[in-house]
């Protein structure tokens, strides 16, 4: 089972240049996150979708914008990259929301460097 | 808001021992989540605590929660070099819109 799945694994930017990150469940959940992860601060919550065609902001939305067309589909865009946006980004879906059972998979990751 | 606070932040144990991790959050939650990385790695869901006295056992691990206390715990028992990684603790509050809330993790060093 394939899960989630994130494209690309690793990607350097230039500062100012923009890139789509794209993540992709077979689960057929409703629910998708983005996150970022930084040296000892957790996950923080960038962008989430309850649904197909819906989007909310998280902790962190600023710099960064999504889209949900299908789905099974949640593209994360940085529209002019910033080196305080080097990162590594997971991608989570869970059926319904991050409540009784229903825990978050996670994709593998994208590392993200911004020169 | 809600925060969570884990202790200790790193932890370098010998097998053989027990020890334990401590999540902290700061308002009233009934869902907590446990979460393991290896290094470089993806998240892996180890334990769902949905009410007050929930005990989930697993191998070598053990979680817990007290709502009134708002604490959960990650016991290892009798700890092997396998279960080296970075563990999470993962919140949802009421109102928190469907966010989790996440601890900055424990990253622990077992060695032979």
């Known amino acids: 089972n394939a899960g989630v799945t994130q494209t690309p694994k690793f990607r350097v930017l230039k500062t100012g240049q923009s890139m789509t990150l794209l993540c992709a469940q077979d689960m057929n959940h409703e629910y998708m996150y983005w996150y970022r992860q930084d040296p000892g601060m957790g996950l923080r919550l960038i962008h989430y979708?309850?649904?197909?065609?819906?989007?909310a902001k998280g902790e962190v939305p600023d710099g960064y914008n999504v889209s949900r067309l299908k789905k099974q589909n949640f593209l994360l865009g940085l529209e002019s990259a910033a080196p305080s946006q080097t990162s590594v980004y997971f991608c989570?879906?869970?059926?319904?929301?991050?409540?009784?059972?229903?825990?978050?998979?996670f994709g593998q990751g994208t590392r993200l460097t911004v020169v | 808001e809600l925060k969570v606070e884990q202790n200790p932040l790193f932890l370098s144990m010998q097998e053989g021992k027990n020890y334990t991790i401590y999540c902290n959050y700061s308002?009233?939650?009934?869902?907590l989540y446990w979460y393991r990385q290896d290094p470089g790695k993806s998240l892996e869901s180890l334990f769902v605590l949905l009410s007050n006295g929930a005990v989930k056992q697993e191998g070598r691990l053990m979680a817990s929660l007290d709502t009134k206390a708002r604490l959960s715990t990650l016991h290892i028992t009798a700890a092997v070099h396998d279960l080296s990684a970075t563990y999470f603790c993962a919140v949802v509050g009421p109102d928190s819109n469907y966010q989790l809330i996440w601890g900055a993790g424990t990253k622990l060093i077992i060695k032979p």
């Open positions: 989570a879906s869970s059926y319904q929301r991050q409540q009784m059972n229903t825990e978050a998979f």
């Open positions: 308002t009233t939650s009934d869902r």
């Open positions: 979708s309850v649904g197909e065609g819906t989007t």
